[in-house]
């Protein structure tokens, strides 16, 4: 959206729309996967739990390691596998993602109230809800 120009981060606006709009489709998605996680059985290759599929790949004779032929070692085992920019495993975070809200001129209230007496953010969508959030962006751009 930013590569496309429909989305300035710097611009409250075009924040409040994203939250107006992908907040409520986010959400939604993951109560129907938890709901569908929940009623349904773990499908694999031939029903194989994620262990029996290693184990059978680790015993099957097209695999190198299976003839003891061991991949080559890294050039400095000692950070091997580490990404200095990547984030720490060890955060203590309980995997929870806060977004901060996003103030604009006016009641921020009143401004979502409108915005969703109009439009609904879990409308069907062809553009992966872009072309909700243009909706939304255009009604906000024009009552502030």
Do not use: C, K
Request: charged residues 20%.
């Amino acid at each position: 959206m930013e590569d496309a120009g429909l989305l300035n981060i710097n611009s409250p606006i075009d924040l409040f729309a994203l939250h107006l709009t992908f907040i409520p489709r986010i959400n939604f998605a993951l109560r129907e996967f938890l709901e569908g996680s929940n009623h349904h059985r773990v499908r694999t290759a031939n029903h194989w739990s994620p262990y029996q599929m290693w184990v059978n790949g680790m015993l099957n004779t097209n695999n190198p390691l299976a003839h003891g032929e061991l991949d080559e070692d890294p050039d400095d085992l000692a950070v091997y596998g580490i990404d200095p920019a990547a984030p720490s495993p060890f955060e203590d975070s309980d995997n929870n993602v806060v977004v901060p809200p996003v103030n604009l001129p006016g009641d921020n209230q009143l401004i979502q109230s409108y915005v969703e007496d109009r439009i609904d953010p879990l409308m069907p969508s062809t553009e992966m809800g872009i072309d909700i959030y243009e909706m939304i962006h255009q009604i906000i751009q024009d009552n502030i």
